[in-house]
């Protein structure tokens, strides 16, 4: 796929978009022209699943600025993604190191903005 072809919230899409290198087989966040592990270019693009395991969590009370002033207290996560890479996103505010989590997007400020959720795990139980 195209990197244009792959819905990425950077642009303004609901989506995540992954690189993989074809000759190191390295995957990465972050769309860039090149492999960050071997320097090959024309890295292929392709949609993230959006499941992942919470790697840090905490609770950001000062919001940047106005749009995310409402929000406040928010949940900010760190999450591996199943495909390897690392991304940082909102989230509740209960989420905790290791809960697996499931990403969604909400619009703030005209935008998409990625968010996980917990996982529910077959029968519904929360943990």
Known sequence: MTA??????TRGEP????????????VWYFRRGFCPACGR?????????GQGTVHAATLVHRAPDDAYRAL???GLVLVELDEGPRMMAHAPADLAIGDRVVLGFREIAGRPLPY???????????R
């Not at 978009?17 to 087989?25: D, E, S």
């Not at 270019?41 to 699943?49: I, W």
Request: a negative charge.
């Open 116 to 126: 996980f959720q917990r996982s529910r795990p077959p029968g519904g139980a929360d």
């Open 15 to 26: 989506g995540v978009a992954l690189q993989r290198c074809a000759g190191c087989a390295h």
């Open 4 to 9: 244009a072809s792959v819905p990425d919230w």
């Open 41 to 49: 270019e024309a890295p292929e693009t392709f949609a993230a699943g």
């Open 72 to 74: 406040a207290p928010y």
